[in-house]
């Protein structure tokens, strides 16, 4: 069953470095997301990126974070200055549809971040 | 700003009953609403959706119910199984949101054998 995935699985930074977090969505997805659950709390949503673009964001997503798709398979997150309030599960997801429009959100396992 | 509330953070149900979890929302604009069940250490699951011009939606095992006068929608699981214990998520949607999918808290099923 194909599946969405996500490098690293867990990553320690210093407060203050860049951290870019890898997904590999589902291959004939074309809207990807990106959410965090920070511990203990609930699931948010990020960004959302369609052809190429972001499509929606929530006020989250500052000009600290940014999103890419350098190829044709990879879909990245970059956090440019960490704080330690970035510390969190970001869970990347892809869809064949719009999400939230009825299309099911496909998500990857997760990559755990920790920010000292 | 709860939009999506899970008031029961947890339940326990005996294998073979019904499991019946929750969910209230603030929001009217809300068109989409969604379940979703997490094992630890993996990312959610899609289970069952169901659209705010019906009010239940059945796929196997699990029924969604939504009252839309009450903000209130509800997970059946008949009949429960020891594999069903996760934490379930209840997410809303408004219509033409692009994945913006706002989430519960969660509550998490433990199924006894």
């Known amino acids: 069953e194909p599946e969405v995935t996500q490098t690293p699985s867990h990553q320690v930074t210093q407060m203050g470095q860049e951290v870019i977090l890898r997904c590999v969505p589902i291959?004939?997805?074309?809207?990807f997301y990106w959410y965090r659950q920070i511990l203990g709390q609930k699931v948010e949503f990020l960004v959302s990126?369609?052809?190429?673009?972001?499509?929606?964001k929530s006020e989250i997503f500052d000009d600290q974070f940014s999103v890419e798709r350098p190829d044709g398979s990879n879909f990245t997150l970059k956090i440019r200055s960490t704080k330690l309030e970035d510390s969190a599960m970001y869970f990347c997801?892809?869809?064949?549809?719009?999400?939230?429009?009825?299309?099911?959100?496909?998500f990857g396992e997760g990559s755990r971040l920790t920010v000292l | 700003d709860q939009q999506v509330k899970q008031n029961s953070p947890s339940l326990s149900v005996q294998e073979g009953r019904i499991s019946i979890l929750n969910c209230d929302y603030t929001?009217?604009?809300?068109?989409?609403f969604l379940w979703y069940k997490k094992y630890p250490a993996e990312g959610p699951t899609f289970l069952i959706s169901?659209?705010?011009?019906?009010d239940k939606n059945e796929d196997g095992r699990f029924t969604v119910f939504l009252n839309k006068s009450a903000k209130h929608l509800s997970l059946h699981i008949v009949p429960s199984q020891p594999g069903d214990s996760a934490v379930y998520f209840c997410?809303?949607?408004?219509?033409?949101?692009?994945?913006?999918?706002?989430f519960g808290k969660g509550t998490k099923l433990s199924v006894k054998p």
């Open positions: 929001n009217s604009m809300f068109d989409y």
């Open positions: 997801a892809s869809s064949g549809v719009a999400g939230g429009a009825g299309g099911e959100l496909f």
């Open positions: 169901i659209s705010s011009i019906k």
């Open positions: 291959s004939n997805h074309l809207y």
């Open positions: 997410a809303a949607a408004v219509g033409g949101s692009q994945g913006n999918l706002i």
């Open positions: 990126f369609y052809n190429n673009e972001i499509s929606e």
